[in-house]
């Protein structure tokens, strides 16, 4: 990873990690919920969604500052939907990033209840803010709600759990990550251009874009599965094999997948190209994404 990109990425996730409890700690919260929420907010996570939405607003020279209050909101969403993912009735998963699930830490009933908190309150963070104006606060409420509901996130969860222990194609599948990973990824650069004040035209683009994004981040996931470091995913290796999951490493084999996953890095690359950012940090990102080992 570029030296530039590794200081951007840490002060990026620094600066999330500390929007974010401030924003809690303006909220009258229960104790024992707010450790649990705090507990995955706190996880370590990549930051990866307000970062590529900081970074396309910057590349469209746009006030990347204005961002912040999207970018937190996307990342609640994103948090609750792993700590209800890890859930006995979804993934049923012990461990996440290294540490005990929500669940394991706390007991299932208050673990819902966290990823609840954090999905309701993300679209106060929106309404709420006096940086947007009651135009800007509808459309970004309208996009998050629906690449994170029943035609975005969770319905690519309710497809993946549906097709567990069944033969699907590849098309099927990409359907499944499109929605799952692929729409919050896409509403993250589809905000940071329109914040930027770009057209219709070239926000399609960018959003095309982040759905590449999605399917690159996926795949190489899925490798990992298979060839990670398991003292640096924090988790074992093999466990998509374990639990009989539908992956590309086994439907097209180890070289298969990083075959898929380069045509898709050059197809966001190309996206960028059409949209003025090819050179741009979000080309790196891009690379990073692909070569990444966690």
């Known amino acids: 990873m570029n030296d530039w990109l590794k200081s951007y990425i840490k002060e990026e996730q620094t ?3 500390d929007c974010i409890h401030s924003y809690l700690s303006d909220l009258h919260i229960p104790k024992r919920l707010k450790e649990s929420v705090l507990y995955s907010v706190d996880a370590g996570g990549k ?5 590529l939405m900081k970074l396309t607003c910057e590349g469209f020279h746009g ?3 204005k961002i912040y209050p999207a970018a937190i909101a996307l990342e609640m969403i994103h948090t609750y939907s792993l700590i209800h993912d890890d859930l006995p009735a979804m993934d049923d998963d012990d ?4 540490r005990l699930t ?3 830490q706390f007991d299932e009933a208050t673990a819902i209840l966290a990823g609840d908190a954090l ?3 993300s679209f106060h963070v929106i309404s709420s803010n006096p940086f947007y104006t009651a135009e800007e606060k509808v459309h970004l409420v309208q996009k998050l709600s629906k690449a994170s509901g029943m035609e975005g996130m969770v319905a690519g969860q309710f497809l993946d759990i549906e097709s567990e222990t069944k033969n699907i194609s590849i098309s099927e599948m990409e359907h499944i990550h499109h929605l799952k990973t692929g729409r919050l990824l896409s509403y993250a650069v589809e905000i940071g251009s329109y914040l930027a004040g770009e057209s219709e035209e070239v926000i399609e683009k960018i959003k095309e874009f982040g759905d590449c994004i999605g399917l690159i981040f996926q795949i190489q996931d899925d490798i990992l599965d298979v060839i990670g470091d398991e003292t640096i995913m ?3 290796a093999g466990s998509d094999v374990t639990n009989d999951k539908n992956t590309y490493t086994s439907l097209l084999g180890l070289e298969g997948a990083i075959s898929r996953k380069n045509y898709y890095v050059q197809k966001a690359k190309q996206y960028l190209h059409e949209v003025g950012l090819i050179g741009s940090k979000l080309e790196c990102l891009t690379d990073y994404l692909s070569d990444r080992d966690l």
């Open 15 to 17: 600066l999330v990690n």
């Open 47 to 51: 930051r990866l969604r307000p970062i």
């Open 63 to 65: 006030n990347a500052e």
């Open 95 to 98: 461990y996440r990033r290294g």
């Open 102 to 104: 929500n669940h394991k």
């Open 119 to 121: 999905l309701t309150n």
């Open 234 to 236: 924090g988790k074992p």
